[in-house]
Structures are given as C-alpha cells and as structure tokens.
C-alpha cells in the first residue's frame, strides 16, 4: 500500500487551530432554547454580574444555587388557571432551570440577587485571589 502525502505543516496547524476553535466553543457547555431565559454573564473586574431575563416570574418563585462554579437558577413561571384555554402562546410558562458556569471562582457569601423589571440581576464577587 502507497503512501501518499498531501499538505504541508502549516495546513495541518490550521486545521489544529480550527479545532481547537470548535472544542472552546462546545466547552462553554451552553445551551438555550426557547423554553430557557435567555442571560447576560458580565465580567465587572472585581465581580461577575448574571443578567437573565425572567418576566412574569415573582421573586420568590426562583431559586439559586451555587455548586462549585455551576451557578443553578430555577423558577416557576406562571400557569394559566384551570379551565383557561391558549388561543396562542408565544411565552413559555411552567418550570425553568438553567446552569451558567462560572469562569472564575467567587465569594459564595457575598452573592446578591434582585428582580427589577422582569430582569433578574444576580451580584457574584470574585473570590480575592482572582481578582
């Protein structure tokens, strides 16, 4: 059987870097579809800032949870009463859940969150060493 050679080295540094640009894209484990509330994740310098659109949701209706740097936010959206019937629906209703991984490790203690307007803004300074 022949060996036959194509190419040079720098095709095969490219095809590495193309790679390597499609593994950290899959990486950032992100997922969204309609069902989920779509989010914002800010790097603030000394903080991280998750922005993530939740309207119609109260906000005792949601829960956080911090695992690691898997940030877990989870809500229930309103429902329409029994015995109301959807013409249409364009608004996803019922329970949500959505893990944002973090990229740097934060001061679980110090995490704050509030609701304004439909948008749930969730506060996460960075721990000190990574500042």
């Known amino acids: 059987m022949d060996i036959e050679r194509f190419g040079t080295a720098a095709d095969l540094d490219e095809l590495i ?4 640009r499609i593994e950290s894209l899959v990486s950032r484990d992100v997922h969204v579809d ?24 109260d906000q005792g209706d949601i829960e956080l949870a911090l695992q690691g740097r898997d940030l877990l936010v989870a809500g229930l959206r309103e429902t329409l009463e029994e015995g109301v019937e959807s013409v249409f629906s364009e608004r996803p209703n019922g329970p949500f859940q959505r893990t944002v991984r973090l990229p740097t490790d934060v001061e679980r203690e ?12 969730v506060h996460l300074p960075k721990h000190e060493r990574r500042r």
């Open 17 to 20: 870097a193309v790679r390597d």
């Open 110 to 121: 110090h995490v704050s969150a509030h609701l304004r307007d439909g948008v749930l803004v």
């Open 34 to 57: 309609n069902l989920t509330p779509k989010a914002d994740l800010l790097d603030l310098g000394d903080a991280l800032q998750l922005r993530m659109e939740v309207p119609g949701v």
